[in-house]
C-alpha cells in the first residue's frame, strides 16, 4: 500500500475518533434544553452520558475478536455505519425512552470503531511512520474532552441541541464510502472461538466499575451504591482475570503484560491520562463557581489548553526520534506535576493571560504524554496479538477519561470536608486542595514509569 494511501486512512480513522470522543462528553452543556423538550430534570438526561460508556465499557474488549473473526474492514465500515445512524436516532429523539436508547447504539459504533481503527492504522504504517501516525490519531482524545462542552453550548445557543448528533451524519457517510475504497485487509481474517464467559465477567466488572465512578459525581447521597458496584466489579473482575488466565482463547489476552513497553504504558500511561481528564472537569468549574467568571469566556479560557495541544504536536515527533521515549516522558511527566499544581496556584488575584499561560502550558505536556503512551504502549506488540492489545488499550483510555471525571469530583468532596466546607457551594480552596491532592496520581505514575528501559521504543524511532 502506498504511503500516500496510508496517510489518508490515518486522516480517515482520526476523524471517526473525533466524533466518538467529542460524543462523549459533548451532551453536557446540552441537558437542560434537552431535558426541557423531554420533560424532565436535567440530571435524568445524564444518563445518556452514562449509557454510552457502560456501552463502551462492555463492547470494547470483544472488537479485536470480531475484526480477527471477520475482518476489518468489515466491523470498521460497519461500525461507522452504526454509530451514524445511531447520530441521527439520537438527533430525533421525543423521549428520555428513546434518547438513552439511541445512545446505547451509538455506542456500540463507537466501542468498535476506536479499536479496530487502531489496528487498522497500525497495520497499514511501516515502523519508521508509528510516531507520527500515533501522532495523528491522539488528536481526538486531546480536543474531545475540551472542545466538547463549548461546541455543544455553541450549538445549543445559536440552533438547537439536534446539531450536536446531526453533524455526524456527513461526516459518518464520507467515511463509509472512503473506509470502502481505501481499506484493503484481505486474508486476515481468524477463526477463533469466542470466549463468551470472558465476555460476560469483563463486561460486569467493567460496567460496574464506570457506573460507580459515575455515581461518584453525587458521592453525598451514593456512599452505599457506590459501594456495592465496587463491590461487584472488583468480585466479577477478580473472576475474569482468573479465566482468563486459564482459557485457551481469553478474551482479554493478559499475556499483553509481560511486554514491558505494553505494561508500563496502561499502567503508569493511565494514571497520567487521569489526572489530566481532571483538568477539564475542575478548571471550567473553578473558574465559574469559584471565580465567578461567565460560561462563555470560560469556554475561551479552556481553549487555552486546546492551543497547547496543536503546538505540541508540531515537535512531538522531532523530540521522541532525537531523544528516545524514556527521557522524553519522564521529563514530561516532571512537568505534568508542575502544570497541575499551577492549576492549583490560580486565583481571583490572577490576570486571566497569566490563567491561559498556565493551561496552555498544560496542554503541551497533555499532548507529548497521550501521543507518547499512545505510540511506546503498541510498538512493542506482535502483530498476532495486536487486535487484543489495541482493545484492551482502548479500555484503559475510556476508563481513564470517566475516572478522570470523577476523580475530580472525588477530590473535590474530600477536600470540601477536609476545609469543613458546603459541598453544594465549594470554595476557592476547596478547588485549590483539590487540585493538589490529584497530584498524587502523576507522581505514582512517574514512579512507576521509572523502570520502563532507557532504550524503549528504539525500534520505531528515527535516531538523528
Not at 470522543?21 to 426541557?36: G, R, Y
Not at 472488583?234 to 479465566?243: Q, S, V
Request: net charge positive; glycine share 8%.
Amino acid at each position: 500500500m502506498s504511503a500516500v494511501k496510508n496517510k489518508y486512512i490515518t486522516y480517515l480513522v482520526a476523524t471517526t475518533f473525533f466524533m466518538e470522543t467529542l460524543d462523549s462528553t459533548v451532551i453536557a452543556t446540552a441537558l437542560p434544553m434537552m431535558a426541557n423538550d423531554f420533560s424532565v430534570f436535567p440530571v435524568d438526561v445524564g444518563i445518556g452520558i452514562t449509557a454510552y460508556l457502560l456501552t463502551l465499557a462492555v463492547l470494547i474488549p470483544i472488537s479485536g475478536w470480531l475484526a480477527d473473526r471477520f475482518g476489518m474492514r468489515k466491523i470498521f465500515t460497519l461500525a461507522i455505519c452504526i454509530f451514524t445512524g445511531a447520530s441521527i436516532l439520537c438527533g430525533i429523539s421525543q423521549s428520555l425512552y428513546f434518547f438513552i436508547f439511541a445512545r446505547v447504539l451509538q455506542g456500540v459504533g463507537g466501542a468498535l470503531m476506536v479499536p479496530v481503527g487502531r489496528i487498522i492504522v497500525l497495520r497499514n504504517t511501516p515502523k519508521e511512520g508509528i510516531i507520527a501516525a500515533i501522532g495523528l490519531i491522539t488528536w481526538p482524545a486531546l480536543i474531545g474532552p475540551v472542545v466538547g462542552p463549548a461546541l455543544g453550548g455553541l450549538f445549543t445557543k445559536y440552533a438547537t441541541w439536534h446539531w450536536i448528533f446531526f453533524i455526524n451524519v456527513p461526516i459518518g457517510i464520507i467515511g463509509i464510502i472512503l473506509s470502502l475504497i481505501w481499506i484493503k485487509t484481505p486474508g486476515e481474517v481468524k477463526k477463533s472461538p469466542l470466549d463468551g464467559k470472558g465476555f460476560i465477567l469483563s463486561g460486569l466488572a467493567l460496567s460496574s466499575l464506570i457506573y460507580a465512578v459515575e455515581l461518584c459525581r453525587h458521592i453525598q447521597d451514593s456512599r452505599n451504591s457506590i459501594f456495592i458496584f465496587v463491590t461487584i466489579g472488583m468480585f466479577t473482575g477478580y473472576l475474569a482475570i482468573k479465566h482468563f488466565q486459564k482459557s485457551p482463547h481469553p478474551m482479554i489476552d493478559l499475556s499483553l503484560l509481560k511486554i514491558p513497553t505494553f505494561e508500563s504504558t496502561l499502567i503508569a500511561g493511565n494514571l497520567f491520562r487521569i489526572a489530566l481528564h481532571t483538568t477539564p472537569f475542575l478548571v471550567p468549574l473553578y473558574l465559574q463557581v469559584g471565580l465567578g467568571i461567565d460560561p462563555f469566556q470560560t469556554g475561551v479560557i479552556v481553549m487555552s489548553i486546546f492551543v497547547g495541544n496543536l503546538v505540541m504536536k508540531a515537535v512531538t515527533t522531532p523530540l521522541l526520534n532525537r531523544y528516545g521515549f524514556k527521557k522524553v516522558m519522564t521529563i514530561n511527566g516532571v512537568a505534568i506535576i508542575f502544570s497541575l499544581l499551577s492549576c492549583a496556584l490560580i486565583s481571583e488575584a490572577m490576570p486571566v493571560w497569566i490563567v491561559m499561560i498556565i493551561l496552555f502550558i498544560n496542554g503541551l505536556v497533555r499532548s507529548m504524554q497521550f501521543t507518547s503512551i499512545n505510540t511506546l504502549g503498541l510498538a512493542d506488540v506482535p502483530q498476532s496479538k495486536m487486535g487484543g492489545a489495541s482493545a484492551l488499550a482502548s479500555t484503559g483510555v475510556q476508563l481513564s477519561m470517566a475516572l478522570g471525571i470523577a476523580v475530580g469530583s472525588l477530590a473535590l468532596s474530600i477536600a470540601t470536608a477536609l476545609n469543613d466546607g458546603n459541598p453544594d457551594l465549594p470554595s476557592n480552596h476547596d478547588f485549590q486542595l483539590a487540585m493538589v491532592l490529584v497530584l498524587m496520581l502523576p507522581i505514582w505514575g512517574l514512579w512507576r514509569q521509572r523502570k520502563m528501559s532507557s532504550n524503549a521504543g528504539d525500534d520505531i524511532r528515527k535516531k538523528y
